[in-house]
């Protein structure tokens, strides 16, 4: 019979280059057979990806000399945190407050 535990982990990155911080998430799905063999997969949307690295690709300028910070930095350091999202634009339409001059017909 086989074993499997699953565990949510959140890797930070930073980008030597252009300083980009962002935080990369996957399941590690971590299997045992009936043999006591013990083995690692970890995924990402479904999808199965290798081991976080130093040299991921940033995604905001392609550059692949990132680094890695222990699990929980950016917990205790909220200073390397990446800045949140702007907020949603309204969807409601401008108005403007200056009336439209009335067109009359050309005879």
Known sequence: MTSSVEIHRTVPF???RCWHVWEEHSIVRRI??????EGEVRLQAG???PPPSSGAGCPKCGC???TTFPDG?????PAAAPPP???AP??????SPVRRPV???AY
């Open 73 to 77: 930095y950016l917990a205790h350091h």
């Open 14 to 16: 930073e980008c030597r």
């Open 47 to 49: 999808v199965q990806v």
């Open 103 to 105: 067109r009359r017909p």
């Open 32 to 37: 045992e057979d009936h043999h006591g063999n």
């Open 90 to 95: 309204d969807p409601t339409p401008l108005l």
């Open 85 to 87: 999202e702007p907020p």
């Open 64 to 66: 692949e000399q990132a």
